[in-house]
């Protein structure tokens, strides 16, 4: 089975900062990009990251600058570190294979608020 897990995710005041972690299995992770996607409360699944088998990365406009992703193949894993994050970052957080987000797995919350 494809799983991609996502987990890290909780509250944190704005400002603050946050590393999330995908964890896959079950497919070669070394040849695929990987997605990071997030869904806002009443809102589209939505792109933040894509991260390419060389670990080349492209962001969001949104959150570039604040927003590093990392990859490691050995261990078929990828990080999203988040920083000055801000209210609107508040969402459900997934990774996947592909940017609807088909094959993600159960999602980490994210909340950013006062």
């Known amino acids: 089975d494809v799983q991609l897990q996502a987990s890290g995710g909780g509250w944190v005041q704005p400002g603050g900062a946050l590393r999330l972690s995908c964890v896959a299995s079950g497919f070669p992770f070394g040849n695929n990009a990987i997605y990071w996607l997030r869904q806002a409360p009443g809102e589209e699944l939505d792109w933040v990251s894509v991260?390419?088998?060389?670990?080349?990365?492209r962001y969001k406009d949104s959150v570039k600058g604040r927003f590093t992703v990392t990859r490691d193949n050995a261990k078929n894993t990828l990080w999203l570190q988040m920083t000055s994050l801000k209210p609107e970052d508040t969402a459900v957080y997934y990774c996947?294979?592909?940017?609807?987000?088909?094959?993600r797995g159960q999602g980490t919350q994210v909340t950013v608020s006062s």
């Open positions: 991260t390419s088998i060389n670990g080349a990365t």
């Open positions: 996947a294979r592909n940017p609807m987000g088909l094959d």
